[in-house]
């Protein structure tokens, strides 16, 4: 039985800064951000939009009546949670409708949340064929104004239904896994934004990848040779090409020529929107999806990495209706038509809070995009509503 992502939803808030301007503004050499780094936009997160409201917008990008009726487990990623106690996931589940016999999980490590769900669902899924698992990654990258992370912010969220007998990828048996107790990220309770060893995280990603692709290599007896595209974690994108470099030694000019062809087409829409933590990966997945020529067929290698920190590689199959399930043309419509903010007033957005006390509170929900939004804080507990 094949068991895989059947369909995959994406949102964001459509308020962006262009990394240029914000070059300009801290008087760095533009290239710096959009060669050294590999960004070029990066989206601007307003207070009425959180993780909860952000994913409610993406599952319903993609809902189906008979999806509401299959789904049996919602599996939240994030890092970015609303409650220490309260799950995300239930939020979602009355946001969306479901039925109250859904179970509601939110998941944290890191990145890798989200990927630590689809392979969940996918073990589900193969014991139950009829019933279907709704996984999301949502998150809110923050690491402070002025600071050396303040380039590789971001956030959105990315929905993705795993079924049997799925549209998109069929996700093959053989997973590598590591994990290691490493401080180069965190982000402790009392703290919105994260802290950050950048040099060091940045090694621990590259060492991680190496080690679970030849981990995957000696489990499958696959080379290099036998994927069509390799996918990567993006918290900002020129990462992902540094993990792809160690390893195209391996495999002749052609097949290197193709490699990079299709990163490039898995970083395009990253490039433009930023870092999503958990979901990063997956809307590397969505870019590479939309703008690929792969045909059915087609093996993609996908690499998740959390810090603290946790690392996965496994492996996908193209399938023939992988095509119809996306939107490129409204992606790239969305994409052209955002609202570009100025360094000041994104500045201002980011310097907004929820009161420290958890005390009555209204957002300015008036120029807010989504068809979900985070109303703001009544007698201690968070309102959502649908506009």
């Known amino acids: 039985m094949k068991v895989g992502i059947d369909k995959i939803g994406f949102y964001a808030p459509n308020t962006y800064i262009d990394l ?15 060669i050294g780094i590999g960004q070029e936009r990066q989206t601007v997160v307003p207070l009425s939009q959180d993780v909860v409201s952000m994913a409610a917008n993406a599952a319903t990008s993609i809902f189906s009546e008979s999806d509401r009726d299959t789904i049996d487990m919602i599996l939240f990623g994030t890092e970015t949670g609303v409650d220490n106690s309260k799950s995300a996931a239930i939020y979602l589940q009355q946001l969306l409708g479901l039925r109250k016999n859904v179970r ?8 890798y949340g989200a990927t630590a769900g689809v392979l969940l669902a996918r073990d589900y899924v193969t014991v139950h064929p009829d019933r279907k698992v709704l996984v999301i990654g949502s998150d809110i990258a ?6 050396a992370g303040e380039v590789t912010q971001g956030g959105g969220a990315v929905a993705m239904i795993i079924s049997a007998e799925p549209s998109i990828l069929v996700l093959e048996a053989e997973t590598s896994h590591i994990s290691e107790d490493i401080m180069d990220f965190w982000r402790p309770i009392n703290r919105r934004e994260a802290l950050v060893d950048g040099k060091y995280s940045t090694n621990v990603y590259l060492d991680f990848f190496q080690t679970a692709f030849e981990s995957y290599k000696k489990q499958t007896d696959r080379e290099l040779s036998d994927f069509d595209a390799m996918t990567f974690h993006l918290p900002f994108t020129k990462m992902g090409l540094k993990g792809l470099r160690t390893v195209l030694n391996q495999v002749d000019e052609n097949k290197q020529k193709q490699l990079m062809t299709e990163f490039e087409n898995s970083r395009v829409y990253n490039k433009q929107i930023g870092n999503l933590y958990t979901g990063s990966l997956y809307l590397s997945l969505l870019s590479l999806l939309s703008e690929t020529k792969l045909d059915a067929g087609s093996r993609i290698g996908l690499f998740s990495y959390g810090s603290g920190a946790e690392g996965e590689f496994y492996s996908g199959i193209l399938q023939e209706a992988y095509k119809r ?48 939004v985070f109303a703001g804080i009544k007698d201690k507990k968070r309102i959502y509503r649908k506009k």
């Open 20 to 34: 240029i301007d914000l070059a300009k503004e801290r008087g760095v050499d533009p290239n710096k951000f959009l």
């Open 104 to 111: 509601t999980v939110e998941l944290k490590q890191a990145c």
């Open 142 to 147: 923050r690491y402070g104004l002025k600071t």
């Open 325 to 372: 399930q996306l939107n490129p043309e409204q992606m790239a419509h969305w994409l052209d038509n955002r609202t570009r903010l100025t360094i000041s007033e994104y500045e201002t957005i980011f310097n907004q809070s929820l009161p420290a006390d958890n005390g009555d509170f209204e957002t300015d929900i008036n120029k807010d995009d989504g068809v979900f």
